[in-house]
């Protein structure tokens, strides 16, 4: 009881709501005892505190009353923000991120792709076939019945590879590439006039990726000669050379240079060209400047555009000799010498146009 | 009456909490504070909390007695609600780079240093008030807010004279400057 009649001295104090006398006295007592003084700052504080707080609860209070009010009499508008755009602003920053990151996963995985595709090697060379549509086996079939010659081939075959091949000896010898003619159940030849000629697969080497065909057909005719040599010398790095090739039905020629001296990874049976070749000039020779094969065109690496590779035509000479081994074809002669040496390029190619064949398997 | 003088008057009224004054404060600038928030990624509810704030930064000013606005009224209420909406931005960890960067035209930090000082008061006393309980929270608020004497007092809780409603009172005053003061920090 002493103490709550301290307490409301001391806030009469603090208000300033005692009597002059009582104040003295009140304050003779704050003087000579520390614990009401102590008492009195304290509770000043509180109610200053509390003093505060109650003015600005108050406040809060009319701010919230005007807010209604004026909000009720529509004299402020709650602005026109949607759910889904409010929900955009919210989110719009997280959305931003994803898709980033989604991006950059993209790349990444593209990157990661194209590194691991890059180490497989045999992914990394693109063989040089041409796949020729059906219309275009229809066509040739129609052409073949317009010139009243029955097809050579089949209707219902199927056509599945194509690639180029020249011949090396005029009884009907065609060397081409062993991948253009694997697995073929037949393998016809087309001439730089449209004609086909049957043929059969005396000779395939994997391995050296060479194939010689003959050409088995009554309708065929030899030339007279092999107008180009197989050149078996060693080879010089930036030498001139040549190539003719089957990549679309037309013969195309390409020209270029002898960029090194062995094939994809240091190959040694092959050498690098630097020449425009498409699929479909597989098997093609490579002819340097004399009208000489040095090579057979085989393959070309995916990235590196223009470096193509070529069988060293020596390989021919190697493949050739076990192709002797048979007694059948004991009898095969290589063209020694070119015929068109020191002809200008357009009569050389004239000539040995008439020895390259489209080479078509089914 | 030139703006200035307009405004002064406005914060003048503000101080002594007239409505009109309020209210015509409220009318004028609260859909451009509103357009501030809702465009940085808050909601009518964020711009409403962040008015009023910035109406009590305004009133703690005007009540200190400097009714000298450096700026246009419009112009420092909008530099306080940005302030304080970044700070609330930064606390919800949904930081906005567009807010941040806008350089600040006014000098306000001041105001609003003592504004936040005085709401973390504001608070614990809120707080102090509500763990106090009923009746206390309501006795004491009626006779320290409401300024109400000890008989009305008594007559309103049902107590038989003043002399138990302010035994009660006591009580209840003991409590609550308990509570209030072991958190209490000064300044």
């Known amino acids: 009881m002493e103490e709550l009649n301290m307490l409301e001295s001391i806030e009469r104090y603090i208000r300033g709501e005692m009597l002059p006398e009582e104040r003295v006295f009140f304050e003779g007592l704050r003087k000579n005892n520390p614990d009401v003084d102590q008492m009195v700052v304290e509770h000043t504080v509180f109610l200053h505190q509390m003093e505060k707080y109650g003015d600005r609860k108050n406040l809060r209070s009319t701010l919230q009353d005007v807010h209604n009010a004026l909000f009720e009499s529509g004299q402020i508008r709650q602005s026109k923000e949607t759910r889904v755009v409010r929900l955009w602003l919210k989110y719009r920053k997280v959305v931003a991120v994803a898709a980033s990151i989604a991006g950059i996963t993209a790349l990444c995985m593209t990157a990661i792709a194209i590194s691991l595709s890059s180490k497989t090697a045999s992914k990394s060379i693109e063989v040089l076939n041409r796949k020729i549509s059906i219309l275009d086996q229809?066509?040739?079939s129609l052409n073949a019945k317009l010139k009243e010659t029955p097809p050579k081939v089949p209707l219902e075959a199927e056509f599945k590879l194509g690639g180029t091949g020249f011949m090396i000896d005029t009884r009907g010898y065609i060397v081409t590439n062993a991948h253009v003619v694997n697995s073929a159940s037949m393998v016809i030849v087309q001439n730089n006039k449209g004609q086909e000629f049957k043929t059969k697969i005396i000779y395939i080497n994997p391995d050296l990726d060479i194939a010689f065909l003959k050409i088995m057909d009554s309708d065929f005719k030899a030339p007279p000669v092999i107008p180009y040599g197989i050149n078996?010398?060693?080879?010089?790095?930036?030498e001139a050379i040549f190539t003719l090739g089957y990549p679309r039905d037309e013969i195309v020629y390409g020209e270029g240079y002898l960029s090194a001296k062995t094939g994809y990874r240091g190959d040694t049976l092959a050498c690098q060209i630097s020449v425009a070749a498409n699929p479909g000039n597989s098997g093609?020779?490579?002819?340097?400047?004399?009208g000489d094969?040095?090579?057979?065109l085989s393959n070309r690496q995916v990235q590196a555009q223009g470096a193509v590779f070529a069988i060293r035509s020596k390989y021919i000479l190697s493949a050739l000799e076990e192709v002797k081994s048979d007694t059948a074809y004991t009898g095969i002669h290589l063209p020694q010498t070119s015929m068109v040496k020191n002809m200008d390029r357009i009569q050389q190619i004239k000539k040995i146009q008439e020895c390259i064949y489209m080479v078509k398997s089914y | 009456m030139t703006t200035d003088s307009i405004e002064q008057g406005l914060l003048k009224g503000l101080a002594q909490h007239e409505r009109k004054a309020?209210?015509?404060i409220y009318r004028n600038?609260?859909?451009?504070?509103?357009?501030l928030i809702i465009n940085n990624s808050g909601t009518s509810d964020d711009a409403k909390d962040i008015f009023q704030e910035a109406l009590v930064v305004l009133y703690e000013k005007a009540r200190s007695g400097s009714f000298e606005l450096h700026a246009q009224l419009k112009t420092y209420i909008y530099a306080v609600c940005r302030r304080?909406?970044?700070?609330?931005?930064?606390?919800?960890?949904?930081?906005?780079g567009d807010l941040a960067n806008a350089e600040e035209t006014i000098s306000i930090s001041e105001d609003v240093a003592i504004y936040e000082h005085r709401n973390v008061d504001f608070e614990l006393m809120e707080m102090a008030m509500q763990n106090l309980g009923e009746p206390c929270k309501a006795l004491l608020e009626s006779y320290y807010l409401q300024k109400k004497n000890m008989s009305e007092i008594a007559m309103e809780f049902g107590y038989t004279n003043?002399?138990?409603a302010k035994n009660q009172k006591y009580k209840c005053l003991m409590r609550l400057k308990k509570i209030f003061f072991s958190q209490y920090k000064k300044p």
């Open chain 2, 84 to 96: 304080l909406w970044l700070k609330k931005l930064q606390l919800n960890k949904r930081f906005s």
């Open chain 1, 232 to 238: 078996k010398s060693n080879l010089e790095l930036g």
């Open chain 2, 29 to 35: 600038h609260y859909s451009m504070v509103q357009s």
């Open chain 1, 293 to 296: 094969v040095i090579g057979i």
């Open chain 2, 162 to 164: 003043a002399d138990n």
């Open chain 1, 284 to 290: 093609g020779p490579v002819l340097d400047k004399n």
């Open chain 1, 138 to 140: 229809k066509q040739n």
């Open chain 2, 22 to 24: 309020i209210e015509t």
